[in-house]
């Protein structure tokens, strides 16, 4: 079946430092990724996706590439704030109609300290 | 923001008891869906609808039941409550032009003494 590997965290970091989240993703259909967001106390929301080989995601500085030859989704953001400070969910949907189910990857909780 | 809306927001409730949360859209999509999150988990699926009486079961489908008789509606139940069911449940809902793309209610917090 479908899985998803992400980096285990927490993840601790400086304001302004460079943030990578690493995701590998199993399918055995073509998916579509995506990073999701949650903030302390709140449900998910989607943060970027990716619907094909090489297409780039990217919101509120964030970038995501999707690399079938690796099957990796790593999440990038070259500057991150205090207010990033949330756990990151990596996530894909298997485009061969599966009812459009999500299957998440475990979370990383990311803290940034001013 | 998608208009998702849950209840009971928190709940405590005693094992061996009857517990029903509910969730509820005004975006008249055809896709609903339940998760459980727990720590080192993520989230994941319990039941899902496909359509008004459409539904069919996720991995973690054991001790739960969801109905659907309206397409605003999708009920998830625990018919006797335990304490392995302690969890934060989030429904979640797609459809329209972005059916790839799910959007998640605020969660219900259920604590099973």
Same mark, same amino acid.
């Given at each position: 079946?479908?899985?998803?590997?992400?980096?285990?965290?927490?993840?601790?970091? $400086?304001?302004? @430092?460079?943030?990578?989240?690493?995701?590998?993703?199993?399918?055995? !259909?073509?998916?579509?990724?995506?990073?999701? #967001?949650?903030?302390?106390?709140?449900?998910?929301?989607?943060?970027?996706?990716?619907?094909? @080989?090489?297409?780039?995601?990217? /919101?509120?500085?964030?970038? @995501?590439?999707?690399?079938?030859?690796?099957?990796?989704?790593?999440?990038?953001?070259?500057? #991150?704030?205090?207010?990033? $400070?949330? #756990?990151?969910?990596? @996530?894909?949907?298997?485009?061969?109609?599966?009812?459009?189910?999500?299957?998440?990857?475990?979370?990383?909780?990311?803290?940034? /300290?001013? | 923001?998608?208009?998702?809306?849950?209840?009971?927001?928190?709940?405590?409730?005693?094992?061996?008891?009857?517990?029903?949360?509910?969730?509820?859209?005004?975006?008249?999509?055809?896709?609903?869906?339940?998760?459980?999150?727990?720590?080192?988990? !993520?989230?994941?699926?319990?039941?899902? $609808?496909?359509? #008004?009486?459409?539904?069919?079961?996720?991995?973690?489908?054991? !001790?739960? $039941?969801?109905?659907?008789?309206?397409?605003?509606?999708?009920?998830?139940?625990?018919?006797?409550?335990?304490?392995?069911?302690?969890?934060?449940?989030?429904?979640?809902?797609?459809? !329209?032009?972005?059916?790839?793309?799910?959007?998640?209610?605020?969660?219900?917090?259920?604590?099973?003494?």
């Amino acid at each position: 079946g479908d899985s998803v590997t992400q980096m285990e965290g927490p993840v601790t970091l $400086s304001e302004e @430092a460079f943030l990578t989240i690493n995701c590998t993703y199993t399918a055995t !259909g073509y998916p579509s990724l995506f990073w999701y #967001v949650q903030y302390p106390g709140e449900g998910l929301q989607l943060l970027l996706k990716a619907t094909k @080989a090489d297409d780039k995601g990217s /919101n509120k500085g964030f970038e @995501a590439t999707y690399r079938k030859e690796t099957t990796s989704f790593h999440l990038e953001k070259g500057s #991150v704030q205090v207010s990033d $400070s949330a #756990v990151y969910f990596c @996530a894909l949907v298997d485009s061969g109609g599966s009812n459009y189910k999500l299957t998440f990857g475990k979370g990383t909780l990311l803290t940034v /300290n001013p | 923001d998608a208009g998702i809306t849950q209840s009971p927001r928190h709940k405590v409730t005693e094992t061996g008891t009857p517990v029903t949360l509910r969730c509820h859209q005004t975006e008249n999509h055809r896709y609903m869906y339940w998760y459980r999150q727990d720590p080192g988990h !993520g989230l994941r699926l319990i039941h899902y $609808s496909y359509g #008004v009486k459409d539904t069919d079961k996720g991995e973690v489908s054991d !001790g739960y $039941s969801v109905s659907r008789s309206k397409t605003e509606d999708f009920l998830l139940t625990l018919e006797s409550a335990t304490s392995s069911q302690t969890s934060v449940y989030f429904c979640a809902i797609t459809g !329209g032009g972005r059916l790839y793309e799910q959007y998640f209610g605020p969660g219900t917090r259920l604590t099973v003494t």
